[in-house]
């Protein structure tokens, strides 16, 4: 019985081709995994004021000596959710060294990303984004974006996509060294 439904005719037809595995595979390497692309900017930011999920209020003024990495992000955003476990891993390795994550949320709801941050034990800064935090980054169409920022409060990349730690630590070391 076993053997005549393995060489059943119609197996064979079911039965995907290599180039259809390749396809699949790279479908999936790209729904989790998908490509960043990185431009340089080297134009300053401008001070704005943001409020962390805990009350407290940031002017990105106030980070200027330190390497920033700014995420946009939203809870509802699959990219974002693979990305936000690097950011935390990369903050709690880097921020003794000068490096501080701020994640500005592009969403409308103050506790709702309070207990999102809660919930998933990030331990990162975390606030919104309202419409002046983002049209002083040129204006966020998409996220997941980030940007980093160096010591003396100029934007030096534009990370359009997923960040990832090692992508993270090559663009942040030499700008801990200027």
């Given at each position: 019985m076993i053997k005549r439904f393995m060489d059943h005719p119609w197996r064979k037809k079911l039965t995907p081709s290599p180039s259809t595995l390749i396809l699949l595979g790279l479908i999936v390497y790209f729904w989790f995994r998908p490509p960043a692309w990185i431009s340089s900017e080297h134009r300053p930011v401008a001070d704005v004021a943001v409020q962390l999920s805990?009350?407290?209020?940031?002017?990105?003024?106030?980070?200027?000596?330190?390497?920033?990495?700014?995420a946009f992000w939203a809870t509802w955003c699959?990219?974002?959710?693979?990305?936000?476990?690097?950011?935390?891993?990369?903050y709690s390795d880097w921020r003794g060294k000068g490096v501080q994550v701020l994640a500005l949320s592009?969403?409308?709801d103050p506790a709702l990303v309070a207990r999102f941050m809660r919930r998933n034990a990030y331990t990162f800064p975390a606030a919104l984004a309202g419409a002046t935090v983002q049209h002083a980054f040129g204006g966020i169409t998409r996220v997941p974006v980030s940007f980093i920022i160096d010591k003396r409060?100029?934007?030096?990349?534009?990370?359009?996509?997923?960040?990832?730690?090692?992508?993270?630590?090559?663009?942040?070391?030499p700008l801990l060294r200027e």
């Open positions: 805990n009350g407290q209020t940031v002017r990105l003024d106030s980070l200027r000596g330190k390497v920033v990495v700014i699959p990219y974002c959710r693979h990305e936000l476990p690097a950011l935390q891993s990369f592009i969403e409308d409060g100029s934007i030096r990349y534009k990370i359009s996509g997923q960040v990832y730690y090692g992508r993270l630590s090559d663009l942040i070391t």
